[in-house]
């Protein structure tokens, strides 16, 4: 699910915003990984 959303927003998003799109995306990471553990 996140190569195909950074496939498709990667390319109009290379900037400032970017930067944070990568911040929210690791958060999630975090949280589906904590979430499968539980």
């Known amino acids: 699910i996140l190569e195909k959303y950074h496939k498709q927003s990667g390319k109009r998003l290379w900037d400032a915003k ?13 949280e589906n990984d904590n979430m499968q553990i539980e």
């Open 18 to 30: 970017h930067e944070n799109i990568s911040n929210e995306i690791d958060r999630i990471k975090k």
